[in-house]
């Protein structure tokens, strides 16, 4: 059987692909799969696309990647990849990576901070990054150098910025980009689960029987994770629950058996709801103790309503006659010991 180059990386894809989710190929097939490889080295790395933590297999000839697959003992994905894990390579080799520094300077070709980029060596960039970091050290100490790290660093890039900043220059400016997204989520965790990040495990996909994504597109963000997700609710469909919560109508709503779509900025009403059902239908679920000792209740200095408190405003968003007499229900209860006065 002969196959040109392309041929033997599509046969070889299409036969790993088939493997991994328990797909039966032809020998013929097969054999040209293992062809293909025959002079392929693989080795195992981690996708980094999203924070999911896919195992991939990742194979090289001659130096250069030339097929990425999925890992079958990885626990997270099981040998699947999504379409950005198998795209891995393809950054290696973008038309637009950059594969040397690029330094901005005028037209003598020295440096100048409104100067175009233009292509140096490395030798010429750690130069000039040596000479402007002494000058700033010189003139205002530790406290005026910095180092913004990056949200990719694998642990001894970030161990080795570390150790750069805070052991060689004495020096506290040191961040990752994560700071601007997970900085609020960590102090979170911490006050509400003593952990700081989810305590939670992929294995509980497979043993819950509701599964509620809230504000996440995760059948397009994270399809791995997805794919176990339907897994458990397409073999399970009278057991399993999902509940699809969002602002617009995505991918995960096929699934959904119950789905809310509400108005930016509304779904604090469903957190506080969920907080009044335990507060009054599971009070033995309350560390009452926890509460007493820790939470100060007082009336905000303005009343939020989430645009849902008036008549008035409930008939602009929208609601039925039904609906309007529930909200002038509602707003027209006692409030008890166990609310905000």
Request: hydrophobic fraction near 40%; charged fraction near 25%; proline fraction near 4%.
């Amino acid at each position: 059987m002969s196959l040109s180059r392309r041929d033997f990386l599509k046969t070889s894809a299409a036969a790993s692909a088939a493997a991994a989710v328990g797909i039966s190929v032809p020998a013929e097939l097969k054999a040209a799969g293992e062809q293909a490889e025959a002079n392929w080295r693989w080795d195992k790395a981690v996708c980094r696309f999203c924070g999911t933590g896919c195992g991939i297999m990742v194979a090289t000839k001659e130096g250069k990647i030339v097929a990425v697959k999925g890992d079958p003992a990885a626990p997270v994905n099981r040998g699947l990849n999504c379409i950005k894990g198998y795209f891995n390579a393809k950054i290696m080799y973008g038309a637009d990576r950059l594969k040397q520094p690029l330094l901005r300077m005028n037209d003598k070709g020295e440096f100048d901070k409104k100067g175009q980029f233009k292509p140096v060596s490395w030798k010429r960039a750690f130069d000039e990054m040596e000479k402007h970091i002494k000058a700033a050290l010189k003139a205002g100490g530790p406290e005026a150098i910095g180092v913004f790290g990056s949200g990719q660093y694998t642990i001894q890039e970030g161990y080795a910025a570390a150790k750069m900043m805070k052991a060689g220059f004495r020096a506290n400016g040191i961040d990752p980009n994560a700071r601007h997204c997970m900085a609020s989520a960590v102090a979170g965790f911490m006050q509400t689960f003593g952990i700081d990040e989810p305590a939670g495990c992929y294995d509980d996909i497979e043993i819950t029987d509701t599964i509620v994504t809230w504000g996440a597109n995760m059948a397009e963000m994270h399809p791995i994770l997805w794919s176990r997700v339907s897994d458990r609710k397409l073999t399970n469909p009278d057991r399993v629950k999902v509940v699809n919560l969002s602002t617009y109508t995505h991918r995960c709503s096929d699934l959904a058996d119950i789905e809310i779509i509400f108005s930016p900025s509304t779904d604090l009403a469903i957190w506080n709801y969920i907080a009044r059902e335990i507060v009054y239908n599971h009070p033995e679920s309350i560390d009452w103790d926890f509460v007493k000792k820790n939470i100060i209740f007082t009336t905000g200095f303005a009343n939020i309503g989430y645009g849902m408190r008036t008549e008035a405003e409930a008939k602009k968003l929208g609601y039925s006659a039904k609906e309007l007499e529930i909200i002038k229900k509602e707003d027209a209860k006692v409030i008890s010991e166990k609310e905000a006065p």
